[in-house]
């Protein structure tokens, strides 16, 4: 592990799950940084609590049963992305000598993670919960690629309040 800068993957791993902030889902709606927010603190007070597995199928059970993201409501999308990062975050090349690399093909369908439920909570029960040392490595990573989720949210929602407030003033800022 000496070398690897886990933040960095953090903070890389969580600019992508902010991107699906201003996604169309459902009925034409979009997914609100208050949608990313709420469910990002809720999974993070479970996997804090109970565990990286438990936080997985709190994820998971979130994430709806539809497969296509056109069906998807917001929250749904939110965890299928969620997901779908810290799937990819275990296969980066820098974990590599953890042995956490999980096959699977990644889409730009988050619903996809729908259809694979039960072999992602597999992968979890049988690798990552299996070496003390990986799950501690994942479980304090998960918490802060949730953390920094968290923060990027409510970056995005000032950010939004101050145009809409520039908007309707008037004002121009630099």
Not at 46 to 53: F, I, T
Not at 86 to 93: H, T, V, Y
Not at 125 to 152: H, I
């Amino acid at each position: 592990m000496i070398g690897i800068n886990l933040d960095k993957l953090a903070a890389e791993t969580s600019h992508r799950i902010i991107k699906v902030v201003g996604e169309r889902v459902k009925d034409d709606k979009q997914v609100a940084a208050d949608d990313l927010d709420n469910l990002a603190t809720k999974a993070l007070g479970v996997m804090q609590e109970q565990g990286v597995y438990a936080g997985m199928l709190f994820l998971l059970s979130r994430s709806g049963g539809k497969s296509s993201v056109g069906e998807l409501k917001p929250e749904e999308a939110v965890a299928c992305r969620i997901v779908n990062e810290l799937l990819k975050l275990l296969n980066a090349p820098d974990l590599s000598s953890l042995s956490l690399r999980i096959e699977r093909a990644y889409s730009e369908n988050l619903a996809d993670v729908n259809k694979e439920k039960m072999e992602i909570l597999k992968h979890f029960a049988e690798q990552v919960t299996a070496d003390l040392y990986k799950l501690l490595t994942v479980r304090s990573l998960f918490e802060q690629v949730l953390t920094y989720v968290r923060y990027g949210a409510k970056a995005v929602t000032a950010a939004e309040g101050s145009a809409v407030e520039q908007a309707a003033t008037g004002e121009s800022r630099p």
